[in-house]
């Protein structure tokens, strides 16, 4: 636990390596990726659809794709 704490104070504290400015850049750019559906919606829905197509067609090439089920007749009826 000692350990733990004298990482996180050289990471956090006053007296760390890294200075308060330099730990802006990484939370910036996390809540901008996630803001970005919010702030551009019909950019995102725009990738989300491409990706959407793209895992359909990677899933089809592999095989994995639709496959045509059996067409049995129901039971009791002919």
């Known amino acids: 636990m000692d350990v733990a704490n ?6 956090f504290g006053p007296e760390g390596d890294i ?3 330099a730990w802006l850049g990484p939370i ?3 809540l901008a990726k996630l803001m970005y559906p ?12 491409t990706d959407r197509r793209l895992s359909e067609f990677c899933r089809e090439r592999d095989g ?3 496959e045509k089920k059996n067409k049995k007749g129901k039971k ?3």
């Open 76 to 78: 009791g009826k002919r």
């Open 38 to 49: 919010v702030v551009f919606p019909e950019t995102a829905a725009a990738e989300a659809e």
């Open 28 to 30: 910036i750019l996390l």
């Open 19 to 21: 200075p308060w400015w």
């Open 6 to 11: 004298r990482m996180v104070e050289a990471l």
């Open 64 to 66: 994995k794709g639709k």
